[in-house]
T-cell receptor
Framework: DAGVTQSPTHLIKTRGQQVTLRCSPK?????VSWYQQALGQGPQFIFQ???????QRGNFPDRFSGHQFPNYSSELNVNALLLGDSALYLC????????????FGPGTRLLVL | GDSVTQMEGPVTLSEEAFLTINCTYT??????LFWYVQYPGEGLQLLLK?????DKGSNKGFEATYRKETTSFHLEKGSVQVSDSAVYFC???????????FGKGTKLSVKP
């Protein structure tokens, strides 16, 4: 049973560029959440997708956007990258919108130069 | 808003020592509580959870009890191993928002 997978594992971008990160949820899960984890900090909630719609959003600017596909996989897009966007981006999936337990992928480490 | 406070690290222990990592929370409702573990270079793994007051979550020798009266969810293990070296995160679920709120993490190093 495959867990949550994310791609790519590492990424280097320059300021002002745009980036797309990808996530496939755990088998049978239909809800995907994205988190940003800065170095030495706990993860911060970005947004959550269910039924291809953004259901909840944390305190992140509109430069952060996402998408969920019919197969429940998801993308996180970040436009106009800033140095401060350098972080580990974690995707988590849960069995449904009502299920609180979230399972995390290995993350994508983004470095913005 | 809801929040989680964890004891500051790093924590350094010798193998077979007793571990306690303190976690307290602030929440308006009755959240579920979680401990996640992050090994170097990896994502977060769910360690244990508790969904209501007085529940005890346990896994791999780790335990934590949901204490509503003290708003705490302290992580304990009777005898740590070198392989337990990792960063431990306490988290609560914000049921109104559907997301997890994490503490800052506590780094544990276990020496042989």
């Amino acid at each position: 049973d495959a867990g949550v997978t994310q791609s790519p594992t590492h990424l280097i971008k320059t300021r002002g560029q745009q980036v797309t990160l990808r996530c496939s949820p755990k088998s049978g899960h239909d809800t995907v959440s994205w988190y940003q984890q800065a170095l030495g900090q706990g993860p911060q909630f970005i947004f959550q997708y269910y039924e291809e719609e953004e259901r909840q959003r944390g305190n992140f600017p509109d430069r952060f956007s996402g998408h969920q596909f019919p197969n429940y996989s998801s993308e996180l897009n970040v436009n106009a990258l800033l140095l401060g966007d350098s972080a580990l981006y974690l995707c988590a999936s849960s069995l449904s919108l009502l299920q609180e337990t979230q399972y995390f992928g290995p993350g994508t480490r983004l470095l913005v130069l | 808003g809801d929040s989680v406070t964890q004891m500051e690290g790093p924590v350094t222990l010798s193998e077979e020592a007793f571990l306690t990592i303190n976690c307290t929370y602030t929440a308006t409702g009755y959240p579920s509580l979680f401990w996640y573990v992050q090994y170097p270079g990896e994502g977060l793994q769910l360690l244990l959870k508790a969904t209501k007051a007085d529940d005890k979550g346990s896994n791999k020798g780790f335990e934590a009890t949901y204490r509503k009266e003290t708003t705490s969810f302290h992580l304990e293990k009777g005898s740590v191993q070198v392989s337990d070296s990792a960063v431990y995160f306490c988290a609560l679920s914000d049921r109104s928002q559907g997301n997890l709120i994490f503490g800052k993490g506590t780094k544990l190093s276990v020496k042989p």
